[in-house]
């Protein structure tokens, strides 16, 4: 079992939907993190949040808005995706940003299908 | 910049033999170097990491890693592969060794343990 829980595990919508994706960790780390990973691909980073607050977008669409409501918590709403966002989303956490030697926590992961 | 990279996309190795799986590094400064194992449809889960000390590193399910900095290689090795070990396999290093947030990941190494 992973200690960083996500969901839902498979999300298939339409390009005009509106939709959110979870992730949970009960470890008391203050990092998290976003993930996008196509099939076979190493994961991309999306967005890191350091103590609730934004500490990179790697220059992401605006049709995905991460938001962290507590140091326990990170959602990605989604909106307006198109085809090429189908992938699978992960999420991560780790003790903090700093310390090099940290490593991070991975959850399994939301399976997004567009449509 | 940090980078790795994982000369081989596919190792094929009978159970019971040992297995290496190869990652090579270049980095600004000390590397902070880790690796990962990622089994289908689940999340990447930690194996090891090398921050500094003994250049052999050893870690969960039986892995171990050799670091060499003058050949600057980091490669993943385990002395009998069992099939379950069958999975895709990242090497990783932390950019920015003061501390940053964003972990590089190499292109990843496929690993086929025949029974």
């Known amino acids: 079992d992973t200690e960083v829980t996500q969901t839902p595990k498979h999300l298939v919508m339409g390009m005009t939907n509106k939709k959110s994706l979870k992730c949970e960790q009960h470890?008391?780390?203050?990092?998290m993190y976003w993930y996008k990973q196509k099939a076979k691909k190493p994961p991309e980073l999306m967005f890191v949040?350091?103590?609730?607050?934004?500490?990179i977008n790697e220059s992401v669409p605006s049709r995905f808005s991460p938001e962290c409501p507590n140091s326990s918590l990170l959602n990605l709403h989604l909106h307006a995706l198109q085809p090429e966002d189908s992938a699978l989303y992960l999420c991560?956490?780790?003790?903090?940003?700093?310390?090099?030697?940290?490593?991070?926590?991975f959850g399994d992961g939301t399976r997004l299908s567009i449509l | 910049a940090q980078s790795v990279a994982q000369p081989e996309d596919q190792v094929n190795v009978a159970e019971g033999n040992p297995l290496t799986v190869k990652c090579t590094y270049s980095?600004?400064?000390?590397?902070?170097l880790f690796w990962y194992v990622q089994y289908p449809n689940r999340g990447l889960q930690f194996l090891l990491k090398?921050?500094?000390?003994?250049?052999l590193v050893k870690g969960s399910y039986g892995f171990e890693a050799e670091f060499n900095k003058s050949q600057t290689s980091f490669h993943l090795k385990k002395p009998s592969a069992l099939v379950s070990d069958s999975a895709l396999y990242f090497c990783?290093?932390?950019?920015?060794?003061?501390?940053?947030?964003?972990?590089?990941f190499g292109a990843g190494t496929r690993l086929f343990v025949k029974a």
């Open positions: 470890m008391g780390h203050r990092a």
């Open positions: 949040y350091s103590y609730e607050k934004l500490s």
């Open positions: 990783a290093v932390r950019d920015n060794p003061t501390g940053g947030f964003k972990t590089i």
């Open positions: 991560a956490s780790s003790q903090t940003t700093g310390g090099a030697g940290q490593p991070q926590h």
């Open positions: 980095v600004s400064g000390n590397p902070y």
């Open positions: 090398y921050i500094t000390g003994d250049n």
